[in-house]
């Protein structure tokens, strides 16, 4: 599967945006997925994840109450809705997939927020 992340963009402290990642073929429905964040200087880390179903939902302490992920199988992309945003959320997203370990990964989009 190819998985291509948009939608990034350079935003104030307090406000929102939401990325998206389409991915290719027919499997989507199939797959978990998740959003990660790389900050310069620092290790990619764990933003949130949705089961195939979208059932199951779990964020990063960092994220809950601020990001929604959510997912269209019809569409073949996941959504992260991120609200209230920080200048410590300035990083490049990216989203991956995978039947149990984050097997996929695509290319990231960058988000910058202002302070």
């Known amino acids: 599967v190819q998985l291509q992340a948009s939608g990034g963009g350079l935003v104030q402290a307090g406000g929102y945006l939401r990325v998206s990642c389409a991915a290719s073929?027919?499997?989507?429905?199939?797959?978990?997925m998740g959003w990660f964040r790389q900050a310069p200087g620092k290790e990619r880390g764990f933003v949130a994840a949705?089961?195939?179903?979208?059932?199951?939902?779990n964020y990063a302490e960092s994220v809950k109450g601020r990001f929604t992920i959510s997912r269209d199988n019809a569409k073949n992309t996941v959504y992260l809705q991120m609200n209230s945003l920080k200048p410590e959320d300035t990083a490049v997203y990216c989203c991956?997939?995978?039947?149990?370990?984050?097997?996929?990964w695509g290319q990231g989009t960058q988000v910058t927020v202002s302070s």
């Open positions: 073929g027919r499997a989507f429905s199939t797959y978990r």
């Open positions: 949705i089961s195939r179903s979208g059932a199951y939902i």
């Open positions: 991956a997939a995978g039947a149990q370990r984050f097997d996929y």
